[in-house]
Antibody, heavy 117, light 110 residues
Framework: EVQLVESGGGLVQPGGSLRLSCAAS????????MSWVRQAPGKGLEWVSV???????YYADSVKGRFTISRDNSKNTLYLQMNSLRAEDTAVYYC???????????WGQGTLVTVSS | QSALTQPASVSGSPGQSITISCTGT?????????VSWYQQHPGKAPKLMIY???NRPSGVSNRFSGSKSGNTASLTISGLQAEDEADYYC??????????FGGGTKLTVL
């Protein structure tokens, strides 16, 4: 059974950093495209980043230069390193497997990141 | 990376059909057959309902169908049921090797 479990969310001050993790089971992270998608409170979905099976990475303009997506093949885990956090980064962050490139077929339960002083 | 355009809300009575539109540009919806649709109930993660414009994942009811014409994709739900009440989002792959979502549509079953 495919399962994605995010962790690492919490309260952080503006300008701070946080690393999110997404532990996968039932499939191999490194053989798939994997993405992060976020949802601000009461708002819609926003695509954040993707890592291809070959290792290429892409980012939304809103996070480019501040966020880094990566994976640990030995742990079958996806990460999102978030630096220089802003209030507008406050959201539930979901990791998702990509049916490349047509959509996101499995999603985690999400982890809440709150950026506030 | 502008969001795709969806109506904020649609409604229908049980048994009726509704259609939700999703308008983009030739750099996303119009340029690729990589449009997908998601259903999200309050407090839950999104669920894939349609991928590659019109394909249904295993387990998704055939009451859900998708189509595309030019820069606009559509999701149709036939035989509306109470459990269909949710938020619906479209998404498309883009020419920048990124993805973009629509703003979301709240479906109310009257």
């Amino acid at each position: 059974e495919v399962q994605l479990v995010e962790s690492g969310g919490g309260l952080v001050q503006p300008g701070g950093s946080l690393r999110l993790s997404c532990a996968a089971s039932g499939f191999t992270v490194s053989s798939n495209y994997m993405s992060w998608v976020r949802q601000a409170p009461g708002k819609g979905l926003e695509w954040v980043s993707v890592i291809y099976s070959g290792g290429s990475t892409y980012y939304a303009d809103s996070v480019k230069g501040r966020f880094t997506i990566s994976r640990d093949n030995s742990k079958n885990t996806l990460y999102l390193q978030m630096n220089s956090l802003r209030a507008e980064d406050t959201a539930v962050y979901y990791c998702a497997r990509v049916i490349a490139p047509s959509g996101f077929d499995y999603w985690g339960q999400g982890t809440l990141v709150t950026v506030s002083s | 990376q502008s969001a795709l355009t969806q109506p904020a809300s649609v409604s229908g009575s049980p048994g009726q059909s509704i259609t939700i539109s999703c308008t983009g540009t030739s750099s996303d919806v119009g340029g690729y057959n990589y449009v997908s649709w998601y259903q999200q109930h309050p407090g839950k993660a999104p669920k894939l309902m349609i991928y590659e414009v019109s394909n249904r994942p295993s387990g998704v009811s055939n009451r859900f169908s998708g189509s595309k014409s030019g820069n606009t994709a559509s999701l149709t739900i036939s035989g509306l049921q109470a459990e269909d009440e949710a938020d619906y989002y479209c998404s498309s792959y883009t020419s920048s090797s990124t993805w973009v979502f629509g703003g979301g549509t709240k479906l109310t079953v009257l």
